[in-house]
């Protein structure tokens, strides 16, 4: 077993707490304070970045922290984690370097919206791709490609991923070439 394996295993349950408590400070914070980007774009958050370089800097390292976690494992011939690690990466690539790029406008956000999601997403990776990769039992995924489970999760994420990208496109779809203004949609025609 090597070092980062014992790490994950010794500190997977501290992951998980950290994050329930980060979400329940966030949730109470958000009650009473503005989110300080996008129209709520607030300078006390930290200098502005433009957002396409935002959106890759907070993104992506959710991205490249699952690769490597799958790539240093004892487990990257099993085929039922390199179709949850596919799935992920195929989420996080569009989040990461397409969505990004499709972005309209040039608004800022603020560099420590930026540090908190990639701090976030880091995280993200460690609890996902520690449990997937080095925390789970050995044979713990070895017959999910004959559960109705997993083909309905599969299902699931490829419809939710139908209505982001869609929703996506219906929102860049509101603010014209040039346009700086804020938009949200009222209905669906």
Request: hydrophobic fraction near 55%; include cysteine.
């Amino acid at each position: 077993m090597n070092n980062l394996a014992i790490f994950l295993e010794n500190n997977f349950t501290l992951f998980l707490v950290i994050m329930a408590a980060v979400a329940l400070l966030v949730y109470i914070a958000l009650y009473f304070f503005e989110a300080g980007y996008g129209y709520l774009f607030n300078p006390k958050y930290g200098f502005p970045v433009p957002n396409r370089i935002g959106w890759v800097l907070m993104e992506s390292p959710v991205f490249f922290a699952m690769l490597a976690l799958w790539l240093c494992s004892d487990r990257v011939c099993n085929p039922v984690l390199l179709a949850l690690l596919l799935i992920f990466q195929t989420h996080y690539f569009q989040r990461s370097f397409i969505f990004p790029m499709l972005i309209r406008g040039n608004s800022k956000m603020p560099i420590g919206i930026v540090l908190m999601g990639m701090t976030f997403n880091t995280l993200n990776a460690l609890m996902q791709g520690g449990w997937l990769f080095y925390v789970s039992p050995e044979n713990y995924y070895a017959d999910w490609f004959s559960k109705p489970m997993f083909w309905l999760g599969l299902a699931l994420f490829v419809a939710g991923m139908a209505i982001n990208l869609q929703a996506d496109h219906i929102i860049r779809s509101l603010r014209k070439e040039g346009d700086t203004r804020h938009y949200i949609p009222h209905s669906a025609g």
